[in-house]
T-cell receptor, first 115, second 114 residues
Framework: EAGVAQSPRYKIIEKRQSVAFWCNPI?????LYWYQQILGQGPKLLIQ????????DSQLPKDRFSAERLKGVDSTLKIQPAKLEDSAVYLC?????????????FGPGTRLTVL | AQSVTQLGSHVSVSEGALVLLRCNYS??????LFWYVQYPNQGLQLLLK??????LVKGINGFEAEFKKSETSFHLTKPSAHMSDAAEYFC????????????FGQGTTLQVKP
């Protein structure tokens, strides 16, 4: 079974530039999560989708971050414009549903460096 | 609101020694608790989870954890450390009112010395 795919794996940009990350979840998984993991910290949820609808985006900095999940399958997370503090690993995860016991499967992440 | 505190950002043990990684949680509703492991440049992998069945949970790679409600703890243990256990470990909590969102601790880096 293929896992969660993410691209690119690494990205270096200058502040005020824009960047986009892509995630393809495990086939059949209705729920998709984007987490931000700053160095030395645990992952923090940015946004959660159930199919193509947003379940939780309370921690997404909406003035610069946006995400979409068209057709309820793969998803794109965008940052525009980037700030130095956005340097982090962006993890995508998917699960069958939204219940608390559904295991979340994580992709390898995209490491973003903002200079 | 829910939160997780992992005591000790770095833990070092000798190969063959007991591994103990500490996790305390705060939750106003019955929690569901998880331990994930992250190897360098990889995503998180589930080690084990507590979902209100048995309080002693066994996971992969010889790890286990015990849910202690009175102590609000969910510590991770392994009787004998192996070099391949060196990684970062995260404790996480969620609940039935949380839409599956995981709240993570800050992580503990486990170093295993030969």
């Amino acid at each position: 079974e293929a896992g969660v795919a993410q691209s690119p794996r690494y990205k270096i940009i200058e502040k005020r530039q824009s960047v986009a990350f892509w995630c393809n979840p495990i086939s059949g998984h209705a729920t998709l999560y984007w987490y931000q993991q700053i160095l030395g910290q645990g992952p923090k949820l940015l946004i959660q989708f159930q199919n193509n609808g947003v379940v939780d985006d309370s921690q997404l900095p909406k003035d610069r971050f946006s995400a979409e999940r068209l057709k309820g399958v793969d998803s794109t997370l965008k940052i525009q414009p980037a700030k130095l503090e956005d340097s982090a690993v962006y993890l995508c995860a998917s699960s069958l549903g939204t219940t608390e016991y559904n295991e979340q499967f994580f992709g390898p992440g995209t490491r973003l460096t903002v200079l | 609101a829910q939160s997780v505190t992992q005591l000790g950002s770095h833990v070092s043990v000798s190969e063959g020694a007991l591994v103990l990684l500490r996790c305390n949680y705060s939750s106003s509703v019955p929690p569901y608790l998880f331990w994930y492991v992250q190897y360098p440049n990889q995503g998180l992998q589930l080690l084990l989870k507590y979902t209100s069945a048995a309080t002693l949970v066994k996971g992969i790679n010889g790890f286990e954890a015990e849910f202690k409600k009175s102590e609000t703890s969910f510590h991770l243990t392994k009787p004998s450390a192996h070099m391949s256990d060196a990684a970062e470990y995260f404790c996480a909590v969620t609940s039935s009112s949380n839409t599956g969102k995981l709240i993570f601790g800050q992580g503990t880096t486990l170093q295993v010395k030969p």
